[in-house]
């Protein structure tokens, strides 16, 4: 498959600005592909090696490939791209939406785990070979199902590291699914704090991934959309501390951008550690297939 990539070369339009609150520019693409699989980004992740990666597409869709840089060190493109049917539990590959309605990604040893809104769940398929695969299994969620509103439930799940206070356990928090004291439902699925927790809902924002930092913090990717006001992103940051059952967690935003900065209808997030030690931070944006929405990868190094 053949990606076409422009460019980005600044983040805020008619500006040179490169330092946005905690995170600093590093480049970004304007993806485009004459291949109709192509689009409709929902969440990344990178191997090991900084450059191959692993995404789904809320088509129920794999997407694997490589990203490319300049000898600046810049994004310059993706190669090896490749757009695949994901299989149900049946073998199938032409589930209804609502059944194989796929938002998140994680990658641990040996497997790969993906959320689902609608018949909300975390299926966990086998690394290699997930592309011809069936989910081995099905991880329980934990969260109360009669709160978990169909298309505002399961958008992100994300791999806690081994040595951090969560010790590799999967998280889940839902989109905008809150629990009786308003809050957005949250879950670590396994492991010394397997439990139940609440994450404070930033009205209008709404989850839409999340990834680790090194040390265990969790980074929530937020994005807004009124008539009003339109698109905007934020960027959370959980102190993993403060993760355990019953807590409601809260924290500092890294990031705010709008429509005055080159953002989309931002879904994706992925924590990247670079050869010199720098954590860089890589977002996809969704398109959801339409000519009025633009497919993007962003890319920010996070500052001390």
Known sequence: ??????KIETFRFGSDQRVFGKLEFVGGLDLTSSNALFGAFSSIRFRADGEHFVGVLDTAHWLEGRIERDPGGRLSGL????????????????????????????????QVL??????????????????????LRTLPILLPRDRLKR???????????????????PVIVAELSFDKNDHLLAAVLEGPRKGVFGVVQKDPFAVTDGAFLPN?????????????????MEIRRIKADDIRPGAVVDGEVLISA???????????????????????????SDDNHSILER????EFKLLP
């Not at 299926?123 to 011809?132: A, K, L, R, S, V």
């Not at 497919?295 to 962003?298: A, D, E, I």
């Open 79 to 110: 190669g090896d791209v490749t757009v695949t049917s994901m299989k149900d539990r049946q073998g199938r590959t032409e589930s209804a939406k609502a059944l194989m309605d796929s938002e998140g990604v994680a990658l641990r040893d040996g």
């Open 258 to 284: 709008d429509l005055g900065y080159q953002i989309d209808n931002m879904e994706g997030l992925d924590v990247v550690v670079q050869p010199s030690g720098d954590t860089h931070l890589i977002l996809v």
């Open 151 to 169: 298309n505002r439930s399961l958008e992100m799940v994300a791999v806690s590291p081994k040595e951090s206070p969560l010790a590799g356990a």
């Open 1 to 6: 498959m053949t990606i076409f990539a422009k």
């Open 295 to 298: 497919s993007l990868m962003l």
């Open 216 to 232: 265990g913090d969790l980074l929530l990717l937020e994005r807004r959309f009124s008539f009003a006001a339109g698109l905007g």
């Open 114 to 135: 993906v959320s689902f809104e609608g018949d909300a769940r975390v299926d966990i398929y086998p690394d290699p070979g997930f592309t011809q695969s069936r989910p």
